[in-house]
């Protein structure tokens, strides 16, 4: 009986050890946790989907951590395009600054970092973060006129 004891409490042990040293990749798990699109939502949708991400334990991610920190931002994104409340662009910021650590050669990351800081007229901020975006791009994807309209927002 005491055996079959240890071997239970033996067994429950593996399993717990095994599941904490799985691998979880946030791509297999995006799909489930979010429905954020570029389509119109409605703001329930765009809400839930903000804290569903944000119930997440991030500790339990092991690959593109970078993608939940670019959903998150995208939906705090979202929230200020429904809300128009300030503290959804100042989150889109912060979760962008942790894609930026965990990705720093995205281009893309770079340019909403620029965009989001001109809006609030964070003016050095959009400047540094315009001047890594272009430093990063390649020579043609490069458009001037959008560069000079964000530039003319902290003129």
């Not at 599941?19 to 119109?40: G, V």
């Not at 809400?47 to 705090?76: F, G, M, P, R, V």
Request: a neutral charge; aromatic letters at 12%; proline letters at 2%.
């Amino acid at each position: 009986s005491s055996m079959k004891i240890i071997l239970v409490t033996f067994s429950i042990i593996a399993s717990l050890s095994q599941l904490s040293s799985q691998n979880h990749d946030y791509k297999t798990m995006r799909d489930s946790l979010t429905r954020l699109s570029c389509k119109p939502s409605d703001s329930l949708t765009i809400a839930k989907s903000n804290q569903e991400l944000l119930s997440l334990d991030t500790s339990l991610i092991t690959e593109n951590i970078h993608l939940y920190y670019k959903d998150l931002a995208w939906s705090y994104s979202r929230l200020f395009n429904w809300s128009k409340d300030t503290t959804h662009v100042k989150k889109c910021i912060e979760n962008l600054e942790k894609v930026s650590a965990h990705l720093p050669d995205s281009p893309s990351t770079y340019w909403e970092l620029a965009f989001w800081h001109g809006f609030l007229k964070n003016c050095e901020n959009s400047s540094f973060f315009l001047s890594k975006y272009i430093a990063l791009s390649e020579e043609q994807y490069l458009n001037y006129e959008q560069i000079e309209r964000l530039r003319a927002k902290c003129e």
